[in-house]
């Protein structure tokens, strides 16, 4: 990758995670989709103009720029992780196959004993799910909680499956979707590309699949990495949590009624 454009990624990933997160070549090779696109939902709800629609006019110009910085920066480090995991895939490819044990237990064993990484230096005040709230909070390392995301993704079905049990798309038409090379990269886009689905629908499977989720305190706890008194107390901070950012941003609006 080019110096300028790391630099860019970087530059991404301080708006998208903040400030507090220590940035590093490591922290990008293990950055997934998903653990991108958590922290964009986060970012993306204390920033959207239609959380501001009460403000003054000059504070909700400021947050549509932020949003729109935000959705920019998240969009370019989707585009990295996708053309990373092409480049990967070709590395892995063009590998000896005698070289295939390097990735055996002794890596995974390594992985397992590194150290946490250090605690942020304060939780944002912003809207936080389990996981990163668990982040913030110095209980998993970042590591970790990228790792559970990726757990978390795999324990659910497929878009193509859910269309499929739906009776909205054909097994034809979910294999002509996933070799689609258009300009979209994920599957509802390229679906809705295709004109296979429409925008209400994709929309409809993400909430449905997102629903069907495994929580990440299960991992966390089947991994070691938290107790069930840990787990059922962070979740009662997480309520707290955001229930006194809906409140001050409730008191902020009327305030200036």
């Known amino acids: 990758m080019h110096l300028h454009s790391e630099t860019a990624v970087f530059n991404a990933c301080r708006t998208l995670f903040g400030k507090e997160v220590n940035l590093s070549r490591d922290f990008l090779n293990y950055l997934q989709p998903s653990g991108a696109k958590t ?39 989707i585009e990295f992780l996708e053309n990373r995991h092409v480049s990967r895939k070709t590395v892995s ?19 397992k004993q590194q150290k946490p990484h250090a605690r942020p230096s304060k939780i944002p005040s912003i809207p936080l799910e389990f996981g ?17 995301l990726v757990w978390q993704r795999r324990q659910r079905p497929t878009l193509g499956a859910l269309a499929q049990k739906w009776g909205w798309l054909s097994d034809t038409k979910v294999s002509q979707i996933l070799q689609h090379r ?76």
């Not at 990163?132 to 559970?148: C, F, N, P, R, T």
Request: net charge positive.
């Open 93 to 111: 490819a063009k590998r000896p196959s005698h070289t295939t044990s390097h990735w055996g237990n002794t890596t995974t064993q390594k992985r």
């Open 182 to 257: 258009g300009l979209a990269a994920r599957f509802g886009k390229k679906a809705i590309e295709l004109g296979y689905l429409k925008p209400h629908q994709v929309d409809a499977l993400l909430q449905y699949q997102r629903s069907l989720q495994t929580r990440l305190g299960h991992y966390f706890i089947e991994k070691g990495l938290l107790t069930e008194e840990e787990a059922d107390q962070i979740s009662l901070n997480l309520k707290s949590h955001n229930s006194q950012l809906k409140r001050r941003t409730r008191n902020r609006a009327n305030s200036r009624l």
């Open 39 to 77: 922290a964009f939902r986060s970012r993306a709800k204390a920033h959207h103009p239609d959380a501001h629609a009460s403000a003054s006019k000059n504070i909700r110009n400021q947050q549509t720029e932020r949003f729109r910085e935000i959705r920019q920066a998240y969009d370019l480090i």
């Open 132 to 148: 990163m709230y668990s982040y913030y909070h110095g209980k998993v390392s970042y590591q970790q909680l990228i790792e559970a």
